[in-house]
Nanobody, 122 residues
Framework: QVPLVESGGGLVQAGGSLRLSCAAS????????MGWFRQAPGKERDFVAT????????RYADSVKGRFTISRDNAKDTVYLQMNNLKPEDTAVYYC???????????????WGQGTQVTVSS
């Protein structure tokens, strides 16, 4: 498995923005779709966004559509999540995930990063 390392989380006021990054090491990064998931305290880990192996196809959870943007740079082995107009309900630990195939999917693969905390104050 390719090690995944998230960064970019933090504390932000409602309406603010953050950009998460997920850096991968390994030659296979560009062969797989990638996804972001999040887990709030006491809740299950939920799908947030996914991007195909080449970056041409994306899909979002309804709760983040129009506010979050997923992108990737295969030359840098990195996937990003730009989060705008953040709301208190976006507070969670955000995890990067390597999906099982090349196409977008809402079901995660087995390869997870360690997570990065995002806290949105009201």
């Amino acid at each position: 498995q390719v090690p995944l390392v998230e960064s970019g989380g933090g504390l932000v006021q409602a309406g603010g923005s953050l950009r998460l990054s997920c850096a991968a090491s390994g030659r296979s990064f560009g062969n797989y779709a990638m996804g972001w998931f999040r887990q709030a305290p006491g809740k299950e880990r939920d799908f947030v966004a996914t991007i195909s192996w080449g970056g041409g196809v994306t899909r979002y959870a309804d709760s983040v559509k129009g506010r979050f943007t997923i992108s990737r740079d295969n030359a840098k082995d990195t996937v990003y999540l730009q989060m705008n107009n953040l709301k208190p309900e976006d507070t969670a630990v955000y995890y990067c995930n390597q999906l099982p195939g090349r196409g977008v999917a809402t079901t995660p693969g087995d390869n997870w990063g360690q997570g990065t905390q995002v806290t949105v104050s009201s």
